[in-house]
């Protein structure tokens, strides 16, 4: 008889497509990236990611408090510092009442439980707009993790859960974590970038954070020295061996969309959680193209999240949590 199976049966209609759904987005997949500054009573939206904001502290106690409330539970912070406080070394990344330092403080504060993790990269810090120190046209490796190490230290001390180093330096992570061991910081876990990429979507988190590499003569004009080659795909895996080995309790891909089949890939091969970072860029493309009524926003939003759990994410850093979570209602 034919024909004997008919897969549509399944899809007939919502009651049995949603009994027979493998993948399903909630509240606790996000992890909310906020980006903090300087000053009072400042909430200002980021110009390439519209109804995304830099916010004062003041109000970072309010947007942790609403985030709690919509049942978002981890925040990871970012830090706009002004062009005075930056030098090569990013010393300002030190300083035990610089802003994020007392981000972290205040997001404790206003919300004990909330689960904080802090961006480690010199970037936000640097005059030349690098993860790490340049000299003679080079991203110095070794002198780098040191201050990152220090920068770790200093989140801990402030009260971080997670460090969550960007930079994608060699040996980062064993400098971290002995670091992190031999200060006490025992339960601090490390969050790793391992397999980032460099990709044109950070563009509008380099507006957010005004964090871009400054054109002058002898600083790198991208971050491809350090930053993945995203035609490799082999790299990711042995980045994310070692990180782990290292002693990484979460591992990253960065970006998100496009970079599916390595998170798949990492997902299979290794027994850490996994992370993926929906970037700025990403969020930026499917807000303009609803803007200009090209696409259905939350259609749109809610399939591509879909996408990266199923891919094999086990936490999806994402601007989109707070529009997620309040079409999820
Ligand atoms: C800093 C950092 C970047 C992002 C996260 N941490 C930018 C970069 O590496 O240049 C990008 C996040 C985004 O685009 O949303 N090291």
Redesign the pocket.
Known sequence: MYPLIRPRRLRSNEAIRSLVRETIISPSDFLV?LFVVEGKGIKEEIPSMPNYYRLSLDNLTKEVKELWKMGLRSVLL?VKVPDNLKDNKGSEALNENGLMQLAIKTVKNACPEMLVMT?V?L??YSSYGH?GIVADGQILNDESVELLTEMSVSHANAGADFVAP??MMDGRILSIREALEDEGYLNTGIMA?SA?YA?A??????D??D??PVDIKNVPKD?KSY?MDYANRFEAIRETQMDIDEGADIVMV??GLCYLDIVREIKNEVDVPVAV???????AMVKAAAEKGWLDHDAVMMEQLTAIKRAGANII?S?FAKDAVKLLG
């Open positions: 990236p970012f961006d990269a970037d936000p993860d960007s930079d970038y980032k990709s979507f950070y563009g509008p988190f380099r957010a954070l964090s871009a971050k930053q960065k970006p970072y929906q970037v700025s860029g990403e969020y850093a601007y």
